[in-house]
């Protein structure tokens, strides 16, 4: 079965500094990982995805994840954070084999202080 | 593309009411998929569809709630008669077929309030 963890509910962070919201995963055969912002009173947006290739993934917004696969996790950072990062971030995956839906975390909610 | 459309926006309603939500998926896009987000589960996969056809509902949570989808580019998620607990956002997403590699797309969700 396939599963995500988000080990921090909250993370804060003041504008300027760099951010990372952790992800680590669990799932057999090699993965599909995702990540997902949704802001206040609106559906989740995608931000980027790691199918194959490099490991580090450029996104929407100024983010970018690493995909580790030996610490399986798929960490999203940015290096200057803004307030208007401010949201709730969802990590997902999905299996390589087998078309199966993806599997969401729990959400991390970053607040970024001005 | 206009992207996923859900409708209503917000619906409150009664105890023991029926409720439909709606959903038009991107056009062209094979998978449907409704979820549910609550402050204490978070983002529930209740059903989802391929080409029209439900695959699996094992997250459906109690015969009250029920899921269609009559052609390419309409669902439904009915819950009947609904209960306070049923109280959430529900999202409807689709994405394209082929693999899992195809980004899923989100709707902007409805707000039900079951009083």
């Known amino acids: 079965a396939q599963s995500v963890a988000q080990p921090e509910d909250q993370v804060n962070v003041a504008e300027g500094n760099p951010l990372t919201v952790k992800c680590t995963y669990s799932v057999s055969g090699n993965p599909y990982l995702f990540w997902y912002v949704q802001y206040p009173n609106r559906g989740l947006q995608f931000l980027l995805k790691y199918i194959t290739g490099d490991n580090l993934v450029k996104g929407s917004y100024g983010f970018e994840a690493e995909f580790n696969k030996s610490q399986t996790s798929f960490h999203l950072k940015k290096p200057s954070a803004l307030v208007s990062d401010s949201a709730l971030y969802f990590c997902?995956?999905?299996?390589?084999?087998?078309?199966?839906?993806?599997?969401f975390g729990k959400g991390t909610r970053l607040s970024v202080i001005a | 593309d206009a992207g996923v459309i859900q409708s209503p926006r917000h619906e409150v309603t009664e105890m023991g009411q029926e409720v439909t939500l709606r959903c038009k998926p991107i056009?062209?896009?094979?998978?449907l998929f409704w979820y549910r987000q609550t402050m204490m589960r978070g983002l529930e996969l209740l059903i989802y569809?391929?080409?029209?056809?439900?695959?699996?509902d094992s997250g459906m949570p109690e015969d009250r709630f029920s899921a269609k989808m009559p052609n390419a580019s309409f669902s439904t998620l009915k819950i009947q008669p609904s209960e306070p607990r049923d109280s959430a956002v529900y999202f409807c997403?689709?994405?394209?077929?082929?693999?899992?590699?195809?980004?899923?797309?989100f709707g902007p969700g409805t707000r039900l309030t079951v009083l």
């Open positions: 056009s062209g896009h094979d998978y």
């Open positions: 997403a689709s994405r394209t077929g082929g693999s899992g590699t195809d980004t899923q797309y």
């Open positions: 569809f391929n080409n029209n056809v439900p695959i699996d």
């Open positions: 997902a995956v999905s299996r390589i084999s087998g078309n199966t839906p993806l599997v």
